[in-house]
């Protein structure tokens, strides 16, 4: 799934930032901890020093073997058992006030009294206002985290907004550019240098690729307007030898030849130069187009061609097919498909032609086998062995369809019959 760049960059930060923190937390619990440690044990050791001193000075405290007010107690140990380093430990010791065990740092420490014997001093101290301290600091980090993730999204987002703006800009002009259309060039100040950079090239390209576009379609142009006029003058030159009398049927047949290859060179050039002209977007004006009057005029137009192979039209009108399309291609994608329809039906064969919404369907007879689906739009593709045919209606067809998101050229064979179906989408046209 696509996301815009600021919820790309967002998204990452935040897991990133959720690491970070995370490590961090732990290393600042792991020292707030060993500090809150190094004070409790501190103060017992202090305490220690302080307790054995008493001792010397009052000997009733040899006789406090139990953890009382003071939270120490004294008990005799054998010399065997005495160590001389002081051990510090966490232990759990049972509260009244609580009904339930609580943690506790224990100071142990072996001495010598005046009497020569040897003693264990145990010293404790509740840890409850450090587990209080370690949840307190829990609950901070957590809301801190919460917190700076608002702030970076909200902070990143405005910023990414502000800074991306030019982007988006710059963005919404290279989606409306189209070749052979007049751009914006006005001199657009930016202050991130990178921006600037990237419009100053964006604008340089779209002049080389304007330059480009132009001097290929004068080539085009050219090309085939100096390809049609000897085209013509030999035709015309043929014409004039076939009315010779004195040509035998054999150079007479030889010459119809060359006259019908010359013809279909003239419907191929301005084939070929249709197709470049559609590629390149020179019909890029649209309005209105009444495609159900198109089809009926149509008809009209090549009621000769149609008589001539007695071909029964049928117009059958179940919706109001209007579109926002190019007049000019509108005008040929309806011809080229009514002409294939009428060309390679039979003699007193059929078409139908289905007018709806938001599809128009050509139905016509013809040879009894389907056509090949995978190529019958391709270019220079027959259909059967018609040398007549340049190959290209169906392909410019295709071409012109691809202008326009949306809409769609298919065929289908069934019940003996051909189906080129055109259908636009629902949110692209008026009714």
């Not at 279909?264 to 159900?292: C, P």
């Not at 149509?298 to 039209?313: G, P, S």
């Not at 050509?362 to 689906?373: A, C, H, R």
Request: hydrophobic share 40%; glycine share 4%.
């Amino acid at each position: 799934m696509k996301t815009s760049l600021k919820y790309y960059t967002i998204k990452y930060l935040i897991m990133i930032l959720l690491l970070i923190i995370a490590v961090w937390a732990g290393l600042f619990y792991a020292y707030i901890l060993d500090e809150v440690h190094d004070n409790v044990d501190d103060g017992l050791r202090d305490r220690k020093i302080q307790i054995i001193k008493a001792v010397y000075l009052n000997p009733e405290l040899l006789k406090n073997k139990e953890f009382g007010f003071n939270e120490f107690k004294i008990n005799p140990i054998k010399a065997e058992e005495y160590q001389n380093k002081s051990r510090l430990y966490n232990k759990m010791y049972y509260m009244e006030y609580d009904d339930k065990d609580q943690p506790y740092r224990v100071l142990e420490a072996d001495f010598i009294d005046q009497f020569k014997d040897h003693r264990r001093l145990v010293i404790r101290t509740s840890t409850v206002e450090e587990d209080e301290l370690i949840y307190d600091l829990t609950t901070a980090l957590i809301v801190l985290y919460i917190l700076l993730v608002i702030s970076i999204v909200a902070v990143n987002g405005y910023l990414l907004n502000k800074a991306m703006r030019p982007f988006y800009q710059i963005l919404e002009k290279l989606k409306k550019y189209q070749f052979g259309i007049p751009f914006s060039q006005e001199k657009q100040n930016y202050k991130i240098t990178e921006f600037e950079e990237l419009n100053v090239e964006i604008n340089e390209m779209i002049e080389r690729n304007e330059l480009v576009f132009y001097q290929q379609k004068q080539f085009i142009e050219n090309a085939s307007h100096e390809l049609q006029t000897p085209l013509a003058i030999v035709i015309n030159k043929i014409d004039l030898l076939i009315q010779n009398d004195d040509l035998d049927k054999k150079s007479m047949t030889f010459l119809t030849e060359v006259k019908n290859d010359l013809r279909r060179m003239v419907g191929l050039n301005k084939s070929l130069l249709m197709l470049s002209k559609i590629e390149n977007s020179q019909f890029n004006r649209t309005s209105d187009v009444d495609f159900n009057g198109m089809v009926t005029q149509l008809v009209q137009n090549y009621e000769d061609f149609i008589a001539f192979k007695k071909v029964d039209v049928n117009i059958i009108e179940k919706g109001k097919f209007v579109a926002d399309f190019n007049q000019d291609l509108a005008d040929i994608l309806l011809s080229n498909l009514l002409k294939n329809a009428v060309k390679y039906n039979n003699e007193e064969g059929t078409l139908n032609i289905i007018v709806e919404n938001n599809r128009i369907t050509f139905q016509n007879s013809g040879v009894s086998i389907p056509l090949d689906k995978s190529r019958i739009f391709n270019r220079f593709y027959k259909q059967g062995s018609d040398h007549t045919s340049t190959g290209l209606g169906l392909s410019i067809i295709k071409t012109i369809i691809r202008q326009y998101p949306g809409w769609d050229i298919t065929y289908e064979f069934g019940d003996q019959m051909h189906y080129f179906i055109l259908t636009k989408n629902n949110n692209n046209f008026n009714q």
